[in-house]
């Protein structure tokens, strides 16, 4: 056995290189956060390469639809020169990405080179070569939202990166939905198909532009994009939309549509490159920060290394003792999940302060472990499921059902012309609409029945347990109940439902889908209204297999 003062000795070193690893440790990583920084900055070039390389391939996309509509030689004019300004951004992309994406890219040039001989030859049809583009722009939007994911950036940067990346989102909804209008004003009228693809990219338009919007409201610049783009002319666009689904186009030359989608787009990549600027400025800013720092650690880490050594030998007995309860108690904590315990100390010095404050840290960690379950489980504007925790208990009472043969049916409801409210009324009203349409929900359902906001002011009630005309009547009786429904200053709110029972083998997004129809047809069918889809899934998808 080693004499006290050897192993005493012998602990004081270990302490001291333990410390001096310590050191090095903490030097390393400032060293990595500022390979990290420089690795943002190089991202960011990335992904505005990337966000130059959509707006060159929509542009292009947009004029292909018009000459496989009607080849005119001013349009083959126009399409040669973007064709070149979306090569050259490709080429800039091209010098930018690693050899393994660097091939990949060669071969969409090759593919994009034979697209082009075929619209100009005009022997491919449009939704052929719309597609080409469009998912060319999909995989792209995909790298920068995992660009994004990846940046080591702070609260404010991550808002403004996810509200881009919403923002590149919009503007493919806006893309497509120029290219297709500027055909229908082309061909002088709409097909049938092409309303339903209008459709669709306005609704994602829509959606994901009510996401930028609630984004952009927390960064200080944030209203100044939003006023930016909601100009007379953004109006104007989405009026036109409007009023071609709704049958009842203006009289707009092809032309004017196009120079007025693309001044929209337009605005939308200069916000882009605002955002890129500011976190290209905070990253230069953030790499001057971190080698400033590292020099001051390095002389800060000397002397208190120094400072270390002369005081370890003197504590390293407390230290010991101390260490040891903490250490039991700690090694308690993480091998039982157990934040409930407590480390017991009854000395007044510095060692008492730090079992103190764990404490106090155990307990806050104890309150935020109970907020997290909360929070991963509640939409926090109306206190209902939210649609991560419905879509979980859904899965549930579907296997239950196809266990037991336990009928189960689905309720989708939503508010009729919610946009309306928030139109004219703002959106503190729509939200107060929201909170009191989800509690009055909440209070005519059974105790087992489970309601969630699906998104929007679109809710869903799961009914187990319930057949089909069950289900439709406990739906009359809310639609019947929202009539009641006062939230100053609307004067009235309205709701209608789409009700679907579980099919032997239907899965829970046919299930969803069957329930989401029969909404569909509810709203069609005038709104303020029950509607019950009875029938098996239709495989396309369609929303005409209705009852």
Known sequence: ????????????????????????????????????ANSTKERLQEIATYSKVIHALQKERGLSGGQLLKNEQSLQQTIRKQRISTDSELQRLHTLLPSPLNATWQHFAEQLQSTRHQIDQQSIDWPTARDFYSQTIRQILSQISLSAANLHASHLDTLEMQAMVYLAII???????????????????????????????????????????????????????????????????????KEQLHGKPGQVAAETWWQEATLIIDSMQQIEHKMLDHFAKRSEELIETKQKYLFHYQVTAISLFLLVA??????????????????????????????????????????????????????????????KDFLATTDLLTGVKNRRSLSLLLEREMLR????????????????????????????????????????????????????????????????????????????KLRLKVLTLRIDPVEQITCSFGVAQKLPKESLHELCERADQALYKAKTLGRNQVHLHNRFPDPSGSRQNLA
Not at 8 to 23: D, M
Not at 435 to 463: H, P, Q, S
Request: charged letters at 20%; a negative charge; proline letters at 2%.
């Open 171 to 241: 503007r493919e909804n806006l893309g497509l939905m120029r290219a297709q209008m500027g055909r229908i004003y082309q061909r002088g009228g709409a097909l049938p198909a092409e309303t339903v693809e209008l459709a669709h990219h306005l609704g994602s338009f829509q959606d994901h532009y009510h996401l930028f919007t609630l984004l952009v409201a927390e960064i200080p610049e944030g209203i100044d994009w939003i006023n930016t783009l909601e100009c007379e002319v953004f109006y104007s666009v989405l009026r036109q939309v």
């Open 401 to 476: 059902s196809e266990r037991y043969g336990s009928p189960l049916s689905l309720i989708y409801c939503d508010i009729d012309h919610f946009k309306s409210i928030n139109d004219g009324y703002g959106h503190g009203v729509g939200d107060q609409v929201l909170k009191g349409f989800a509690l009055l929900l909440k209070e005519n359902i059974r105790g087992t029945d489970y309601l969630g906001r699906w998104g929007g002011e679109e809710f869903v009630i799961a009914v187990p347990n319930t057949e089909a005309p069950l289900a439709v009547e406990l739906a009359e």
């Open 310 to 371: 002369g005081l370890t030998i003197f504590t390293v007995l407390r230290i010991l003792n101390a260490l040891s309860i903490l250490l039991q108690t700690l090694e308690q904590v993480r091998n039982n999940q157990d934040f409930a315990v407590r480390i017991h100390a009854h000395a007044k010095d510095e060692f008492g302060l730090i079992s103190f404050s764990i404490n106090s840290l155990l307990t806050y960690i104890e309150k935020i472990i109970e907020e």
């Open 1 to 36: 056995m080693f004499p006290i003062r050897l192993r005493i000795l012998l602990l004081a070193i270990v302490s001291l290189l333990a410390v001096g690893g310590g050191f090095y440790v903490q030097y390393q990583e400032i060293q990595t956060h500022l390979q990290s």
